[in-house]
C-alpha cells in the first residue's frame, strides 16, 4: 500500500483528486491539506510515500513546499498551469499532472510513482548490516561495504551515490532517508538535504564547509548548522 496526502487550495479540485485516490487499490490516503503550511509539520510526524501537489496556490506554491521539505516523499505535482512542468521536475516529481485531471492520466502516473517507491523499498529490505558493514545492492551485484570507507553520502534523484574514501563511487536505488537508518548514528550526521557525512572523515572546516580538497566540499545548510556545531565544539579544541 502506498500512503500519501493531498494538498491544493481549490476545494472542487482537492475533492477530486481525493476521490481518484479512493478510486486506486494501492493508494492509502493519510490527510488532505487546502493550504500548503500544515504539510511540513504534519510530513515530520506522519511519514508518507506519496505527495499530490498542487503548485499554485496563495500562501506556499508547491514548488516553494518542496524546496522546504527535510525528507520529502515522493511528488506528483497537479497544476492548471503548463510553464510550471520544468520546474517541477527540478524538484525530482515523480510526475505532473496538467488539469482538468483525467482518471486514466491520474492512474498512470500513480503507477509509475508506485513502480519507483515499490522499487526502493525491495533494496532497503536488501541492505544487510552487520557491525561495521553493509550489504548493499548496486545494479546486478551486491556489494559489501564497510562503513569506515564511506566519506559521504549523496542523494542524486531517484539514487544514492555512497563516496569512499578510495575514489570509488557505489550508487543505488535508495532514499537518503532509507539509507539514513541504517548507518550507524555515532560516526554519520546529516548535515544537507542531499547530503550524509562520516564524521570520521572529517579534517578541515571553514566557513560552515566541510573540506575533502579544494575542488571536493560540502556546504552545512542552515538546518543542519546547530547539530553540527555541537559536535564540533564536542570534538575539536577552539
Known amino acids: 500500500m502506498i500512503t500519501c496526502i493531498a494538498v491544493d487550495d481549490e476545494p ?4 477530486q483528486i481525493v476521490s481518484y485516490i479512493a478510486q486506486t487499490p494501492f493508494l492509502e ?3 488532505k491539506f487546502t493550504n500548503a503550511l500544515g504539510v511540513s ?5 506522519n511519514p508518507v510515500d506519496l505527495l499530490f501537489l498542487d503548485i499554485h496556490m496563495s ?12 525528507h520529502p516523499p515522493k511528488i506528483i505535482f497537479t497544476t492548471a498551469y503548463s510553464e510550471y512542468a520544468i520546474d517541477g521536475y527540478k524538484v525530482n516529481a515523480i510526475d505532473y499532472l496538467l488539469k482538468p485531471i483525467e482518471y486514466v492520466d491520474f492512474l498512470l502516473a500513480s503507477n509509475k510513482a508506485a513502480d519507483t517507491i515499490t522499487k526502493a523499498q525491495q533494496f532497503l529490505s536488501e541492505v ?3 557491525d561495521d558493514f553493509l550489504f548493499i545492492k548496486s545494479g546486478q551485484k551486491h ?3 564497510h562503513f569506515k570507507d564511506i566519506k559521504y553520502i549523496e542523494a542524486q534523484k531517484e539514487y ?6 578510495h575514489g570509488e563511487t557505489v550508487k543505488t536505488l535508495l532514499r537518503l532517508k532509507n539509507i539514513e537508518e541504517v548507518l550507524p548514528k555515532e ?14 572523515h572529517i579534517v578541515t572546516v571553514e566557513r560552515n564547509r566541510i573540506i575533502y580538497s579544494p575542488k571536493e566540499f560540502i556546504v552545512v545548510s542552515d538546518t543542519y548548522q546547530e547539530k553540527f556545531k555541537t559536535f564540533l565544539n564536542t570534538n575539536f579544541f577552539n
Open 29 to 31: 490516503l493519510k490527510g
Open 41 to 45: 509539520n504534519f510530513i515530520k510526524e
Open 160 to 165: 544514492v551515490a555512497l563516496k569512499l574514501i
Open 128 to 130: 544487510k548490516k552487520k
Open 12 to 15: 472542487l479540485a482537492l475533492r
Open 187 to 200: 560516526h554519520f550526521m546529516r548535515i544537507h538535504r542531499s547530503f550524509i557525512v562520516n564524521l570520521n
Open 143 to 145: 556489494i559489501r561495504i
Open 59 to 70: 500562501d506556499l506554491n508547491g514548488l516553494e513546499l518542496a524546496k522546504t521539505l527535510e
